[in-house]
């Protein structure tokens, strides 16, 4: 059984370019959420996507968008990158099934991103 | 608005030693408490979970209590191994169980 599995691994860009990052959820989880883990620092917040649509945003500006396709994977898309935006970008899956709350959520490895 | 926060930044112990890391959080009505390990620019995986109406959780050698009228969580290692070394973090849901609120950690080292 898969887990949350994250792509790509590391990635680089320069300021003012766009990314995506994509993230497939556990098998059977239904939820996604995203996190920025800068240096040092705990995770953050980014948004949550359920049903193809966002939930739930945290303190992030609208160059953060996302996206949740109907086999439950979702993209994470930063545009206009600022050098601030260097992180590291984390996944979460979760079940609503099991978890009506949602909030036992499954990690991936995460996608590093270096803006230079 | 949940914070949580995370004493002793970072510890440094030899091997063998009994430590504890300290978790506290200023809004006590959690749904949970979650502790996780960070390895060096890795991914976090969940060590242990207690759910508000449990005081404590055990795997192996690692031992997690809940003081929820308090606002703190202890997460306990005993005998601990080189391998231990590395960033625990400990996180609660918000209140609308949306999304998960992160302490900054405690970086651990253990010494041959």
Redesign the interface.
Known sequence: DAG?T?SPTHLIKTRGQQVTLRCSPKSGHDTV?W?QQAL??????IF?YYEEEE??R?NFPDRFSGHQFPNYSSELNVNALLLGDSA?Y?C?SSSTLVDR??????????T?LSVL | KQE?TQIPAALSVPEGENLVLNCSFTDSAI??L?W?RQDP??????LL?IQSSQREQTSGRLNASLDKSSGRSTLYIAASQPGDSATY?C?V?NT??????????TRLLVSP
């Open positions: 949350v994250q959420s996190y040092g620092q705990g995770p953050q917040f949550q939930r739930q945290g590291l984390l979460a709350a949602g909030n036992i959520q499954y990690f991936g490895a995460g590093r | 949580v749904y949970n979650q996780f620019g890795k991914g976090l995986t969940s979970l973090l996180a849901p609308g169980f949306q999304k998960l609120v992160f302490g900054t950690g």
